[in-house]
């Protein structure tokens, strides 16, 4: 009976443990939290231009944990509403790493100062300016232009994310800014008066 006690014991302290891995704890300390209840709430401006003018408006977008599932060995957190444009709306974190840019390479959770992608990845980027990771890509060719980039602080995510599209004299594009990041009940993080 003593065995049996001790391994239910055992068991549960596992599974307690292996869960709290599960979009807690470690995640909290990367520059990608993620985790049940969490939810990124930013200002949008959307821009547009074309032969007929120009058009500005705002809107407040949000962006949810949804749904975590473990899949091949990657943990798979399914966001709803919107996407981060970095790692989409399915971000999968293995191993330490996240899939970045719809699958083109991984990053570490908190890469170091000099991380650099594969060399077969060219339109990418991956750097700081001071605590904050700067994440970006670009496709271009001719008269066409796509960009899309993000910078996130450690513990809270993407504070800022942006997307264009370009081909003169049409322009279309984006620009987020995190208003508050919210973990269940609390509100881990809101913007500054200024910007």
């Not at 049996?4 to 055992?10: D, E, G, H, K, M």
């Not at 292996?18 to 049940?36: Q, R």
């Not at 060995?73 to 999968?92: I, R």
Request: glycine share 12%; proline share 4%.
């Amino acid at each position: 009976m003593k065995k049996s006690s001790l391994f239910a014991t055992t068991l549960v302290i596992t599974i307690t443990l292996g869960c709290s891995k599960l979009g807690g704890n470690y995640l909290d300390e990367t520059y990608f939290p993620l985790g049940e209840n969490y939810e990124w709430v930013y200002e949008r401006m959307n821009h547009l231009t074309d032969e007929d003018g120009e058009y500005t408006d705002f809107d407040t977008v949000r962006i949810k944990v949804a749904s975590i599932e473990d899949s091949s060995g990657w943990t798979v957190f399914k966001l709803e509403d919107t996407a981060f444009v970095d790692v989409g709306e399915e971000v999968m974190i293995g191993d330490n790493r996240v899939l970045v840019f719809g699958g083109v390479d991984t990053i570490p959770l908190v890469p170091p100062e000099d991380f650099k992608l594969k060399e077969s990845v060219t339109g990418y980027g991956v750097g700081y300016r001071g605590d904050t990771l700067m994440l970006s890509h670009y496709v271009g060719g001719g008269y066409v232009l796509m960009v899309y980039s993000s910078e996130r602080l450690k513990g809270v995510g993407v504070i800022r994310q942006e997307g264009e599209f370009r081909s003169p004299p049409y322009y279309e594009g984006y620009i987020d800014w995190l208003l508050y990041f919210v973990k269940g009940e609390d509100t881990v993080y809101k913007c500054p008066e200024s910007r």
